[in-house]
């Protein structure tokens, strides 16, 4: 179970373009179970072609939504969340700690047909 003390964080890292071959759920829909439990979700589209309105679907607030045209940027995007979804300790931390305070993050990955290899290089 989730730990009843710390953040709870989701971060789904995604082209931005659902596949909708078959049966799908529409993503509003899709994203809030995890909403309903208290959990901040934050998108992150990678790509060229990332459909903005299916990102802001996917997290819990307009500012919970990140681009980046390729991995090399993850590192940067994911720096601002952690430290705002940091709870702010007393005393404050050392110099040079992220995140001291212990937090539940979670990384989801889609896997989508729409982008060939090429496209993650």
Known sequence: GMRSDVPKIAIVLTDGAQTTTGGYTPLNEASQGIKDKG??????????NVDS???????SSDSN?????GFDELVELVRPIVQESCPKP???PTPGAICPIPMDTTF????SL???????N
């Open 39 to 48: 959990i901040a979700v934050y998108s992150l589209g990678i790509g060229k």
């Open 53 to 59: 309105v299916q990102l802001r679907q996917i997290a």
């Open 65 to 69: 939504v990140f681009r980046s045209a």
């Open 90 to 92: 007393t005393p404050p």
């Open 108 to 111: 989801i990955i889609d896997s």
């Open 114 to 120: 729409c982008d060939s290899d090429s496209d993650w």
